[in-house]
């Protein structure tokens, strides 16, 4: 099976930095793109940011967030990070990993799901 555990979510002011960890562990997820997402109360899951399964690959990242996000990947492990900067109220969200087989914003391209880190910023 494969687990994807978030990890770096907290309380910040706007303006702040957070940075989030996402690792996998019980199995490798050799070619699969990776992404972010996030979900506020009673809104939709929303992409954030994906990252491709090759070394050099694609990036991608919602129009809200490009400019202050950044996504990154450990090739040598199953681990991604998203680095969030000048963070704003608007970010507040619960922020989840995926894996998938496409680098997508579609949640529905992604088969593996971490259980999601709280990430607030208060203005």
């Known amino acids: 099976q494969v687990q994807l555990v978030e990890s770096g979510g907290g309380l910040t002011q706007a303006g702040g930095s957070l940075r989030l960890s996402c690792e996998a562990s019980?199995?490798?997820?050799?070619?699969?793109?990776m992404a972010w997402f996030r979900q506020a109360p009673g809104k939709e899951r929303e992409f954030v940011a994906a990252?491709?399964?090759?070394?050099?690959?694609?990036?991608s990242y919602a129009d809200s967030v490009k400019g202050r996000f950044t996504i990154s990947r450990d090739y040598a492990k199953t681990a991604i990070y998203l680095q969030m900067n000048r963070l704003k109220p608007e970010d507040t969200a619960v922020y989840y990993c995926?894996?998938?087989?496409?680098?997508?914003?579609?949640?529905?391209?992604?088969?593996?799901w971490g259980q999601g880190t709280q990430v607030t910023v208060s203005s």
């Open positions: 995926g894996a998938g087989r496409k680098l997508s914003p579609d949640p529905r391209q992604y088969d593996f």
């Open positions: 990252i491709s399964s090759w070394l050099g690959g694609d990036t």
């Open positions: 019980g199995s490798t997820l050799s070619g699969y793109f």
